[in-house]
């Protein structure tokens, strides 16, 4: 077991005009910050409330779906996951320039958010979480109609190994449509 912790460790300089009232003029103040980075990256958990809705089953279908890379058949053709919409995983942030040889000119560098520092891959993510329904993922993925069945389908498996926790219910705070979903509450008063 490597014990030994890995750090990047840079320094920023930053220069702040700053005002003396008393001589009235300004002067360039250098302030240093010094950033230590872990390059180790945890595991992280996420924990959903309402894991077996719409948004619950959406989001771990999905994590799932780009784990495995499985394609789906939809009535446009057959669909590959990806991370389109996630900034993490999706966006890109310029660094700097490259100079052109061929044309004479600096160009622009960009590079994904995810490869300028220790990040967690969402493929990676231990997925849970609390609903007041006891329906598996797998069911709650088919009862919310919001993913292509061929995808759920194609899940099956590892969506049914995903069963949400207990929820804390206050029928108060509760649509009218979902109160014959209670059935995986914990029992008690506030």
Request: hydrophobic fraction near 35%; aromatic fraction near 8%.
């Amino acid at each position: 077991m490597d014990t030994t912790k890995q750090i990047i460790e840079s320094a920023y300089e930053q220069k702040v005009p700053m005002w003396d009232a008393e001589a009235n003029k300004q002067t360039i103040k250098s302030i240093t910050h010094k950033i230590k980075t872990d390059v180790k990256v945890p595991k992280i958990a996420v924990m959903l409330v309402g894991l077996g809705g719409n948004n619950g089953s959406t989001f771990t279908a999905g994590i799932m779906a780009n784990k495995k890379q499985q394609s789906w058949e939809t009535k446009r053709g057959v669909e590959h996951p990806n991370f389109h919409g996630s900034f993490s995983q999706s966006a890109t942030a310029h660094v700097g320039y490259q100079y052109d040889e061929k044309l004479g000119k600096l160009k622009d560098v960009f590079k994904p958010v995810k490869d300028l520092m220790p990040m967690v891959n969402p493929c990676d993510f231990e997925i849970s979480g609390w609903d007041i329904s006891d329906m598996n993922m797998f069911e709650s993925c088919k009862r919310a109609h919001v993913l292509e069945p061929t995808l759920v389908n194609a899940l099956q498996k590892d969506l049914e190994a995903i069963k949400p926790l207990p929820a804390v219910l206050n029928q108060e705070f509760i649509a009218a449509n979902q109160s014959d979903r209670v059935n995986n509450v914990f029992t008690g008063t506030n």
